[in-house]
């Protein structure tokens, strides 16, 4: 677990500040004790403000760089921190490394070149049109940017857009040359390009020279697992389609488990980042932050401060009522973890720190049955967790086998899924199947307890064939797979008969799904997908955390402990989805249902008025009325 620098993210705001050239009176209409006091107004307790953007221009007293023109001897930088210090506001500075597009304009032998032999994108208002290359005379150009911003009195360093890109300049073609690496393969190519980035990482963190370790450093792109991080800080704009509302848990049910600090970075932009004049609702941004409290996440705000007038007034007074919300949840939220009971098992990855669909797919389901979860990779500490599920990319590795196989020993419950079957068999740990081997088919069926409906798999992955396990579902063929033979397509596929494979099969500690469940999950959302999963997980772990069978599926919970509480929060509120963007306008109602805890406290409050809420003990467990919610609310456990 990386230890926090420095106070731990809160409420917080990130400006953008990337200007197009053209503005005549920077910063004109801007006064940094007005801003100052519209965030200590809006409760921020750390902004995110602009040393150098993305279009290449600084906004301090650069010797190195371009200062936007007509700004003159002003410093807006220092003008920022000393206004924001004054009422007691931790000010991060913001550069941009893998863009800076003034510099790239005057020195074209620091930009990237693509395989083939290109600078530029087609999209020039894409802003990644062109980006900058690590190994050229601009790595020291950029290290020492961090030297001069870090003569300032800062709080913390947000290095922005570390991006994982080939690179075919002359320079990085020799350096692997020398190295061996084949060009012609992708991977290699873009394994020589990690190994870049991450020395050039490390050279990042040293030229930060006494503040090194001292303030807080944020490198946006890096892997979460390879270091030089000091928190976890997951932008994730939900209403932008890419990204959407799934985008944010699992990655928060991750980096909970490697990092103390952590911090949401929604955003209050309705379309994109830039988004001048549009904001999201209230509704909207109190969802990001209920998201936020029930992933154990401070919350920040994406902003785009305006060239000339700065904050707007409109966004401060949104934003400040959702940071007045969270401040009367703190006494019972700050320092908080969550309380699980189920770890997803992933593998660390150098290279990124996006998720695959299979572990959104896993994240959406946990959520739709109430099941609290923690996800870990190999070296996570997974030990304490009742059931472990791995999914379709979980490999073998001998030391991973040997851990799985102590868990079990001491009591754990393991579900294998899709591609997972093969570590779980090499682990030894699913004797009661036969591994068969890859499935080949483009879609097969399974049937199971309760309907004799042939259901689709959609993303079948090995056949598996009991032995002496218990089958739950059955393998059904198809009748054939998709093929072209020049005259016909068999786009058509329908089920076929009955096989001598399973489908899912559980033995007395494990149990196995025979195709890549959660991908197929989070791509079509057939409820019979997770009805599989349900009955597995129902026989491994029969008593849950929570149980509200009458809470429907778009109600969310979550368990949250710090020294002083537990607090059981539910959220009825998600987002419509108009055509691809996901809104909210209104909150959700939700009646009044049943919940039974685990666990036998004595008193049950509405927070944070702390209105007592009647309640009973029964076999271990706290049952009271949730009464009816809208929106969201949190229960104080005593
Ligand atoms: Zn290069």
């Not at 930088?77 to 550069?95: F, P, Q, S, W």
């Not at 500690?509 to 197929?520: H, R």
């Amino acid at each position: 677990m990386v230890k926090a620098v420095g106070k731990k993210f809160g409420r917080a705001i990130h400006y953008d500040f990337h200007t197009s050239p053209g503005i005549n009176n920077i910063f004109g209409n801007f006064d940094a004790e007005k801003f100052a006091d519209q965030l200590e107004k809006a409760h921020i307790e750390y902004v995110n403000v602009m040393a150098r953007c993305n279009m290449g221009f600084s906004y301090y007293n650069t010797k190195i760089g371009k200062k936007y023109p007509g700004l003159g001897d002003r410093d807006p930088l220092k003008e920022m921190i000393d206004a924001c210090h004054k009422r007691n506001i931790g000010v991060t500075a913001y550069t941009n490394i893998g863009l800076n597009h003034e510099i790239a304009a005057d020195n074209y032998g620091w930009l990237k070149i693509s395989k083939n032999g290109s600078i530029y994108g087609n999209n020039k208002k894409d802003n990644f049109f062109r980006v900058m290359c690590y190994n050229s005379g601009y790595r020291e150009y950029f290290l020492n940017e961090i030297r001069e911003i870090c003569e300032y009195d800062i709080d913390g360093l947000f290095l922005d857009c570390y991006t994982l890109r080939e690179c075919f300049c002359p320079k990085c073609v020799e350096e692997m040359r020398k190295k061996g690496v084949n060009m012609n393969d992708d991977f290699a190519v873009i394994s020589y390009q990690n190994d870049v980035r991450l020395e050039f990482a490390a050279e990042m963190k040293e030229a930060m020279g006494d503040k090194k370790d001292k303030i807080k450093l944020y490198i946006n792109g890096l892997s979460w697992t390879v270091g030089f991080q000091t928190h976890a800080e997951i932008e994730g704009l939900p209403t932008i389609p890419v990204l959407g509302y799934d985008y944010f848990d699992s990655l928060a049910a991750y980096t909970r488990t490697l990092y103390e600090d952590r911090l949401y970075m929604s955003g209050r932009f309705q379309n994109e980042w830039g988004d001048f004049g549009g904001s999201k609702t209230f509704a909207s941004m109190q969802n990001d932050l209920y998201d936020a409290m029930m992933n154990s996440f401070g919350i920040s705000f994406g902003d785009h401060l305006h060239p000339v007038d700065g904050f707007e007034n409109e966004v401060a007074s949104r934003v400040g009522k959702v940071m007045e919300e969270r401040m009367a949840y703190e006494p019972y939220i700050e320092n908080s973890d969550n309380i699980v009971e189920i770890g997803v098992l992933i593998h660390s990855n150098k290279f990124r720190r996006e998720m695959g669909p299979a572990l959104k797919g896993m994240a959406r389901m946990m959520k739709e049955l109430k099941l609290q979860y923690n996800v870990y990779d190999e070296n996570g500490a997974f030990d304490d967790v009742k059931l472990l599920i791995t999914e379709e990319s979980a490999r073998f590795d001998e030391k991973l086998e040997k851990r799985l196989n102590d868990y079990v020993k001491n009591g754990g419950k393991i579900i294998f899924t899709g591609a997972a079957v093969d570590l779980g068999k090499r682990s030894g740990l699913l004797d009661y199947i036969e591994l068969v081997g890859p499935d080949t088919r483009d879609n097969a069926y399974f049937t199971a307890e309760g309907s004799d409906m042939r259901w689709a798999m959609y993303s079948p992955s090995r056949v598996i064939k009991n032995v002496s396990g218990k089958e739950t579902a059955k393998y059904i063929d198809n009748v054939v797979n998709f093929t072209w033979d020049g005259r016909q397509s068999c786009y058509y596929r329908p089920q076929g008969e009955p096989t001598e494979y399973s489908a899912a099969v559980l033995g007395e500690n494990t149990a196995c799904i025979c195709f890549n469940v959660f991908g197929a999950y989070i791509n079509n959302f057939l409820v019979e997908h997770r009805d599989l999963v349900k009955t597995l997980i129902d026989a491994l772990l029969p008593e849950k955390l929570i149980e509200a069978p009458d809470m429907s599926k778009t109600t969310t919970t979550a368990l949250t402990k710090n020294e002083n509480a537990t607090v059981f929060h539910v959220k009825a509120t998600y987002p419509e989805f108009k055509m691809t963007r996901g809104i909210i306008e209104d909150h959700t109602y939700m009646k009044s249902v049943t919940v039974s805890i685990k666990g036998e406290y004595n008193e049950v409050y509405i927070l944070p008025e702390m209105k007592k809420v009647n309640s009973k003990q029964e076999n271990g467990r706290t049952v009271f009325e949730t009464g009816d919610i809208l929106g969201y609310r949190a229960f104080l456990l005593k």
